[in-house]
């Protein structure tokens, strides 16, 4: 069956780094686009970022732009989430997301 899990959420400082992991199994990682949300407490789950199939293709939130990188690695059937320039704005429940599935979520919380 299709699992998505995720890791490498934590607390971190304003303006600090993290890089998020999504492990995918249960299908053929390569030939599925891949996104990124995240919902914050109170507040609906929203596209962070999304990557196609060889990763040639990206998109993100305004919010995220020139801040956020989304890559993959099909051999290791791997989506990172490389988050830079944190800010408080950013704190949520992380979730990787293929279609009509999800993980977990990771936790992400900003705060000095």
């Known amino acids: 069956q299709v699992q998505l899990v995720e890791s490498g959420g934590g607390l971190v400082q304003p303006g600090g780094s993290l890089r998020l992991q999504c492990a995918a199994s249960?299908?053929?990682?390569?030939?599925?686009?891949m996104n990124w949300y995240r919902q914050a407490p109170g507040k609906e789950r929203e596209l962070v970022a999304g990557?196609?199939?060889?990763?040639?293709?990206?998109k993100y939130k305004e919010s995220v732009k020139g801040r956020f990188t989304i890559s993959r690695d099909n051999a290791k059937d791997t989506v990172y989430l490389q988050m830079n320039g944190l800010q408080s704005e950013d704190t949520a429940v992380y979730y990787c997301?293929?279609?009509?599935?999800w993980g977990q979520g990771t936790q992400v919380t900003v705060s000095s």
């Open positions: 997301n293929r279609g009509n599935y």
């Open positions: 249960g299908f053929t990682f390569s030939n599925y686009w």
């Open positions: 990557i196609s199939t060889a990763g040639g293709i990206t």
